[in-house]
């Protein structure tokens, strides 16, 4: 069917070209006779076909413009509302970390995590605050979930920060509610291990472990983690203890130093 109108389309445009050359050559003659009446009514249905032909190529085109602009719209509206998002998730952590400032007098300063250690198997974070905001070395760092680590190296605008599950941390912890104690330290994973406690001694699970301040580099009393495997059957002399901490290493943003 659209192939026939396109030839019937072809052959009045032919039909008309070929009527409007010979009026053209026999001058204006033609006006008014019946010819130029067919001629004008031939060349108004022309247009009106063309005109019908193109129009919904016209509409796709429209559309296909403001579905462009709709998308666009859409897009940056998502933007915003990411941007938005995250600027309440950074105010809450904010003010939990200023909650935190009250609880600890010993303060120094608040700090942003900035980047992380070159070395793949040490889990350490740099952070933008040095010397000249009063970091000094083992200065203790802890989040509103509990203590992520200690300060190894600073230099005037920024400072290097220990993970307690990196295998060089180590930190005097006790138990919360038995008293007993023990050394905490690193593995390299997700995990701690809490050393130097006897079979004998009874180690329950989900038991939370806090500092001792007997090491004199962290203060008493920072939550650390929660007892999450024990293995009594363990060779040697001590029980193996897992702690899971309760700072989770990757949604670290923002620390608190403190003396």
Do not use: C
Not at 2 to 20: A, E, G, P, Q, Y
Request: hydrophobic residues 40%; charged residues 25%; positive net charge.
């Amino acid at each position: 069917m659209l192939k026939k109108r396109t030839i019937l389309f072809l052959v009045v445009v032919v039909m008309l070209f070929s009527v409007m050359t010979y009026q053209g050559r026999k001058g204006h003659s033609l006006t008014s006779s019946p010819l130029a009446w067919l001629i004008n009514s031939m060349s108004s249905a022309i247009t009106s076909t063309t005109a019908a032909m193109t129009r919904p190529f016209r509409e796709i085109a429209l559309r296909n413009e403001e579905n462009r602009s709709l998308h666009k719209q859409i897009d940056e509206l998502l933007l915003e509302q990411t941007r938005y998002q995250n600027a309440l998730f950074e105010n809450k952590r904010l003010r939990d970390l200023l909650k935190l400032r009250d609880t600890w007098k010993e303060t120094i300063t608040a700090a942003r995590i900035i980047g992380r250690g070159a070395n793949y198997w040490s889990q350490t974070f740099i952070i933008d605050k040095g010397l000249q905001d009063g970091i000094v070395k083992d200065a203790a760092a802890i989040t509103p979930k509990g203590l992520a680590g200690k300060i190894f190296n600073v230099s005037p605008s920024y400072a290097s920060l220990l993970l307690v599950t990196d295998i060089n941390f180590s930190a005097s912890v006790r138990i919360q509610e038995s008293r007993k104690e023990g050394v905490l330290s690193g593995t390299g994973t997700t995990k701690t291990v809490l050393k130097y406690i006897p079979p004998e001694e009874e180690i329950k699970t989900g038991e939370v472990v806090i500092t001792s301040g007997l090491d004199r580099l962290f203060p008493p009393g920072i939550p650390v983690g929660y007892v999450s495997k024990v293995d009594r059957q363990s060779t040697g002399y001590f029980q193996h203890i897992e702690v899971t901490p309760f700072a989770d290493n990757a949604r670290i943003e923002e620390v608190l130093i403190i003396k």
